[in-house]
């Protein structure tokens, strides 16, 4: 399978902080790369996918770059609705696989 | 729009097998493949299996590989999983999502699965 690893594990930010999120796959995925955002007790929410392709309704302060092997989620200006678990995943091989997360916390 | 609508709760002895249902509406059900992903207590996504609505072809982690079906019945626009032997490591929310562009757009509410003797 192909691995997905996400750093950091965990952030401390403050509203309108500028937060950038990495995701290093264990192999080359083109833009194969989703992400995906999670708060307690909810299912998880597709925030982007293509690895830039911001799904209908999501802010403009959420953008994703990169391709190959490392990617990256950026929130420009984070506001209080943004804390929560985020989770890259990859869907170029036949198995899918996610990150552990990130969660950022004020 | 599109909603997805899983089954209720469940609690099972260690052994039993427990399915799991999930009913989309708001779209042609055969469009989309349908996957499912688990996340026991405090930890991570775990992705378990797809199914190809329109033909019923499957894919399955190798984790689960053998003890985990997915089904799908294209008349009640509803797909199902199925976990056998179940141990108490599968003490998880079970979710289904739908896929459109390789990413997983809409997602059911989550099923607690929760293995007990």
């Known amino acids: 399978d192909i691995q997905m690893t996400q750093s950091p594990s965990s952030l401390s930010a403050s509203v309108g902080d500028r937060v950038t999120i990495t995701c290093r796959a264990s192999q080359s995925i083109s833009t194969y790369l989703n992400w995906y955002q999670q708060k307690p007790g909810k299912a998880p929410k597709l925030l982007i996918y293509a690895a830039s392709s911001l799904q209908s309704g999501v802010p403009s302060r959420f953008s994703g770059s990169g391709s190959g092997t490392d990617f990256t989620l950026t929130i420009s200006g984070l506001q209080p609705e943004d804390f929560a678990t985020y989770y890259c995943?990859?869907?170029?091989?036949?198995?899918?696989?996610f990150g552990q997360g990130t969660k950022v916390e004020i | 729009q599109v909603q997805v609508v899983q089954s209720g709760a469940e609690v099972k002895k260690p052994g039993a097998s427990v399915r799991v249902s999930c009913k989309a509406s708001?779209?042609?059900?055969?469009?989309?493949?349908m996957h499912w992903v688990r996340q026991a207590p405090g930890q991570r996504l775990e992705w378990m299996g797809w199914?190809?609505?329109?033909?019923?072809?499957?894919k399955y982690s190798q984790k689960f590989q053998g003890r985990v079906t997915i089904t799908r019945d294209t008349s009640a626009s509803t797909a199902h999983m199925e976990l056998s032997s179940l141990r108490s490591e599968d003490t998880a929310i079970y979710y289904c999502a739908t896929e459109e562009d390789t990413a997983m757009f809409y997602w059911g509410q989550g099923t607690l699965v929760t293995v007990s003797s």
């Open positions: 995943q990859q869907s170029y091989s036949t198995f899918w696989t």
């Open positions: 708001g779209y042609t059900f055969t469009t989309y493949a």
């Open positions: 199914i190809n609505a329109a033909n019923g072809n499957t």
